[in-house]
């Protein structure tokens, strides 16, 4: 049984950091595409960050990130503890969002061809 825990959020103030964890069993986590998408109140889910590597490239890990965050976020990988990490600085209020760690056997940029998901980790970015 596949499983992603995020963990992490809260709330924080315009300029502040937080990271966010996502925790992963039930999968070959080093073959595995390892992904960031947020959904931020009434608007569609989308593509935060991506991280592909381990096993299944031979150049190591390779990233794509969102414009809305180049600079400001970082996604990273532990192998060891199956967790990957989003980074967060210089937050904005336009980041407030629910945050879901996504995992699956190829890069993915829809929602809908997302193979397995978190429950999801609220972050709220305000003064």
């Known amino acids: 049984q596949v499983q992603l825990v995020e963990s992490g959020g809260g709330l924080v103030q315009p300029g502040g950091s937080l990271r966010l964890s996502c925790e992963a069993s039930g999968i070959n986590f080093k073959s595995n595409v390892l992904s960031w998408f947020r959904q931020p109140p009434g608007k569609q889910r989308e593509l935060v960050a991506r991280?592909?590597?381990?096993?299944?490239?031979?150049?190591?890990?390779?990233?794509y990130y969102a414009d809305s965050v180049k600079g400001r976020f970082t996604i990273s990988r532990d192998n060891a503890e199956n967790t990957v990490y989003l980074q967060m600085n210089s937050l904005k209020p336009e980041d407030t969002a629910v945050y879901y760690c996504?995992?699956?056997?190829?890069?993915?940029?829809?929602?809908?061809?997302?193979?397995?998901w978190g429950q999801g980790t609220q972050v709220t970015v305000s003064s």
């Open positions: 991280l592909t590597g381990g096993d299944s490239t031979s150049n190591g890990d390779s990233t």
């Open positions: 996504a995992a699956g056997p190829v890069p993915v940029a829809a929602p809908t061809r997302v193979h397995h």
